[in-house]
């Protein structure tokens, strides 16, 4: 019940488009959502991070939906470029919870 | 500001043997927590350190330990180490502000155990 499962496993995208990466969740006691994006041989960086009290939140080119009945949300990358081309994690975790419970990850490849 | 920092950044041990990983948490922040990330997997909690005392525990066994020092570094040792325990081992700092707190990554250490 503290899986959060994520689609795709891997994802190719031309540069200029609009990359998407969808998580779902099972715990309703989730209610903190944070992206993170990997690259090779470095540690996940926070991308963006939504609360249930918002369907969504956008920040610059990256932006995420978030449908609490489904229980699903997804990161949307805009204008999609080269340097995008990273790993992306989903995550979740409730408040006052000293852990984050992270998705299996999406690799992400823009082609030029 | 200082990031978070770990070493050694990459390590290899046979197995049996005992390991120390170090871990410098970001300026200003208080708590540290520890996950282990196997390859192609997204990361797992192993715990989290708050005022020098373990603050959470995720599913790994007591080999698995850690210490937190009054200048918030931390260290996570594991001994008696098997192949299983091959991965990218990183640790994250936060401030726990008894809300949400948003835990920054250190570039990890590699650990192959052979």
């Known amino acids: 019940q503290q899986q959060v499962k994520q689609s795709p496993q891997s994802l190719i995208v031309q540069k200029g488009g609009i990359s998407i990466i969808n998580c779902a969740y099972e715990?309703?006691?989730?209610?903190?959502f944070p992206w993170y994006q990997q690259f090779p041989g470095k540690g996940p960086a926070l991308l963006i991070a939504?609360?249930?009290?918002?369907s969504e939140k956008k920040e610059g080119r990256f932006t995420i939906s978030f449908n609490k009945s489904a229980k699903q949300f997804s990161l949307h990358i805009m204008d999609s470029q080269p340097g995008d081309s990273a790993t992306y994690f989903c995550?979740?975790?409730?408040?006052?919870?000293?852990?984050?419970?992270f998705g299996q990850g999406t690799r992400l490849t823009i082609n030029p | 500001e200082t990031g978070v920092t770990q070493s050694p950044t990459h390590l290899i041990k046979t197995r049996g043997q005992q390991v120390t990983l170090r871990c410098s948490s970001q300026?200003?922040?208080?708590?540290v927590s520890w996950y282990q990330q196997a390859l192609g997997q997204g990361p797992q909690f192993i715990f989290q350190?708050?005022?020098?005392?373990?603050?959470g525990r995720g599913n790994f066994p007591p080999r698995f330990s850690g210490l937190q020092f009054p200048n918030y570094s931390s260290e996570l040792n594991v001994n008696a180490l098997e192949l299983d325990d091959s991965a990218l081992y990183l640790c994250?700092?936060?401030?726990?502000?008894?809300?949400?707190?948003?835990?920054?990554f250190g570039p990890g250490t590699r650990l192959t155990v052979l």
């Open positions: 995550a979740a975790s409730w408040q006052g919870a000293q852990k984050l419970v």
């Open positions: 939504i609360r249930p009290d918002v």
């Open positions: 350190y708050y005022r020098e005392e373990e603050n």
């Open positions: 715990n309703t006691a989730f209610d903190y």
């Open positions: 300026s200003g922040h208080n708590t």
């Open positions: 994250a700092s936060s401030l726990l502000s008894g809300v949400y707190n948003e835990q920054f």
